[in-house]
């Protein structure tokens, strides 16, 4: 038997994949692509706020990036 079920908030998952174990099956679980696109526009923008406002810092090439760490610690 197949069972599909769409649309459904990210907070139910969990409650999905614990039946899902409980009835000794399989669960696969899709995002449309849309909510994907969406998901990395929030990350890109939160990287950028963060990187302006000095969080994060950005490296011209690896040895540099290498050099802050060791100094670091």
């Known amino acids: ?3 599909i079920i769409e649309n459904v908030k990210d ?3 969990p409650a999905f994949r ?3 174990k409980s ?3 399989k669960i696969k679980t899709k995002r449309s692509d849309k909510e994907i696109a969406e998901e990395w ?3 890109s923008e939160e990287l950028m706020r963060d990187y302006k406002a000095g969080k994060i810092k950005g490296y011209d090439d690896i ?3 290498f050099e802050a ?3 670091e610690v």
Request: aromatic letters at 4%.
């Open 69 to 71: 760490i060791r100094n």
């Open 18 to 20: 614990d039946l899902a």
């Open 63 to 65: 040895d540099e990036m």
């Open 1 to 3: 038997m197949t069972l």
């Open 11 to 13: 907070e139910f998952v």
């Open 41 to 43: 526009r929030r990350e």
């Open 23 to 25: 009835a000794k099956s």
